[in-house]
């Protein structure tokens, strides 16, 4: 690869990072062509786009973009493969959980490191928490959800309390009539 190719895919993957507001970084070393091959299908089938790149290239790209990625330096080792996800941010934990759960005894793909709107997570730890992470539609659902509940507590007192009011002023108004 030439210089000039190796800095038009600097260039192309900086841009790439910068218009991602979600991607991690996953190990995935010690699979086969065969897995590495089923991991990026189960990427693309849920819309996660996943790259093999250069530690060398990933740390220049991350050095042209206005957060300091210093902390992903230590992790930039072995191989490394960038997952992105344009709008889901615990989508690709979720994807190296479920692609774990098929072969039981495998520790890989492993989570080197991930950026979740600007918030760096480095190590393989913080999978199980990505991975429960919402994202901002079911934050919204949530939302919504408390911000009707009170109104439909006082709908539905009132509709049932309508019959017993209404029972209340039949029973009145008889007794008034005799």
């Not at 191989?79 to 495998?106: C, H, L, V």
């Not at 600007?118 to 990505?130: A, R, W």
């Amino acid at each position: 690869m030439t210089k000039e190719e190796k800095g038009a895919l600097i260039e192309n993957l900086a841009e790439k990072l910068k218009n991602t507001m979600h991607f991690y970084i996953a190990d995935t070393g010690d699979l086969s062509v065969k897995q590495v091959n089923e991991f990026r299908e189960l990427c693309f089938k849920r819309g996660i786009e996943y790259k093999v790149v250069k530690n060398t290239l990933i740390k220049k790209a991350l050095e042209r973009l206005d957060t300091d990625y210093e902390p992903f330096d230590k992790i930039l080792k072995g191989n490394s493969g960038i997952m992105f996800s344009p709008e889901i941010g615990n989508a690709p934990a979720k994807i190296i959980q479920d692609y774990r759960k098929k072969d039981k005894k495998s520790i890989k793909p492993a989570l080197k490191a991930a950026s979740i709107d600007s918030d760096l997570f480095v190590g393989e730890h913080y999978l199980e928490m990505l991975s429960s992470l919402k994202s901002k539609n079911e934050l919204v659902g949530d939302v919504i959800s408390l911000l009707q509940s009170p109104a439909k507590n006082v709908v539905s007192a009132l509709q049932s309390g309508q019959h017993i009011l209404a029972g209340l002023v039949k029973t009145l108004s008889e007794k008034e009539d005799k």
